[in-house]
């Protein structure tokens, strides 16, 4: 059994099932844009400093030394493909419930989450063809599956931008509804996707198994990355703990769920790719609580 032998396969998924995850994944950035508040956005504007780190960290160094860990590693090209993809994705939501446990800055967290997630309708396909083009094994690829970037921007608009513009308007428009369905909508989102994913690796079984072994290492060792890429770019700028903390965990929880979706709709659940967006979105889950819980119990927050 040869590691390549994944580039032949494609998960199992009929057009039915993609649909619905697009709608679940749009209902989940609708129930987070339910929960934001205009203070939000302002927390930007009177605390610019750590909020930018964190972008740059988020967008710029993490892809990078994502992209060297491709080149250095060199996985086959549909695993490089779906660690530089995972890389140019936004901060996932659950990071700011993990940001609390960690005793971070909750208020950075979110900010971060939600403007991360506007600006990754933009930026989640430049970083995914400039990185991807730029690596020789993961070029040929996406020329070969012919991907078109403004196409994704335009999935990611729909998957992303619409919901979260929805949501943002009802929530000014009407905050009681707003307050009184918000944890509901986004809870019950939130479940349902883990189930649906889980399903998904259920009808996939057989192909995770046969081939977890060549993707345990990789997504660790991005994960860990991700997280030393958001650690040591706010200590270099000697942000406070709490800002440090966010930022951490911001880039370390990625929305693994919108790549394993575009790799749906754009590479047509191409193995390789599909495995490493699945074990992204449980082992940084996994990686998120074991630092918080460190953070928390362990490593107090001196002054």
């Known amino acids: 059994m040869s590691v390549y032998e994944v580039d032949q396969i494609r998960l199992n998924f009929n057009p039915s099932s993609l649909f619905l995850l697009n709608v679940v994944l749009g209902f989940i950035m609708f129930g987070i844009s339910l929960s934001l508040k205009i203070q939000d956005f302002r927390y930007v504007f009177k605390n610019p400093i750590p909020f930018l780190i964190g972008i740059l960290s988020q967008f710029l160094v993490f892809p990078f030394f994502s992209f060297l860990l491709t080149l250095w590693l060199k996985p086959i090209p549909s695993m490089a493909l779906g660690m530089i993809l995972v890389?140019?994705?936004?901060?996932g939501n659950i990071s700011n419930y993990i940001t609390f446990l960690a005793k971070g800055n909750v208020a950075l967290s979110v900010s971060m989450t939600a403007i991360s997630?506007?600006?990754?309708?933009?930026?989640?396909?430049?970083?995914?063809?400039?990185?991807?083009?730029?690596n020789p094994y993961t070029s040929s690829l996406i020329k070969e599956l012919q991907v078109d970037p403004f196409d994704m921007l335009l999935n990611i608009f729909l998957l992303l931008g619409v919901p979260l513009i929805?949501?943002?308007?009802?929530?000014?428009?009407?905050?009681?509804f707003a307050t009184k369905f918000t944890n509901f909508i986004k809870y019950f989102s939130l479940i349902f996707f883990g189930i649906f994913v889980l399903s998904a690796l259920y009808v996939n079984f057989e192909y995770f198994i046969k081939y977890i072994k060549y993707i345990i290492f990789l997504v660790f060792a991005q994960n860990l990355i991700a997280f030393l890429s958001g650690y040591f770019t706010s200590k270099l700028f000697?942000?406070?703990?709490?800002?440090?903390?966010?930022i951490t965990i911001e880039v370390g929880i990625q929305n693994s769920g919108l790549g394993l979706i575009l790799i749906f709709n754009f590479f047509d659940g191409l193995g390789g790719m599909a495995l490493i967006a699945a074990w992204w979105g449980i082992w940084h889950i996994i990686a998120g609580l074991s630092l918080a819980f460190y953070w928390n119990k362990i490593?107090?927050?001196?002054?």
């Open 166 to 176: 929805l949501g943002l308007w009802i929530s000014h428009r009407f905050p009681k």
């Open 117 to 134: 997630t506007i600006l990754a309708i933009f930026l989640t396909p430049l970083n995914f063809s400039v990185w991807g083009s730029l």
């Open 87 to 91: 890389a140019a994705c936004p901060g």
């Open 238 to 246: 000697k942000l406070q703990e709490k800002d440090v903390r966010a």
């Open 299 to 303: 490593k107090s927050i001196k002054g």
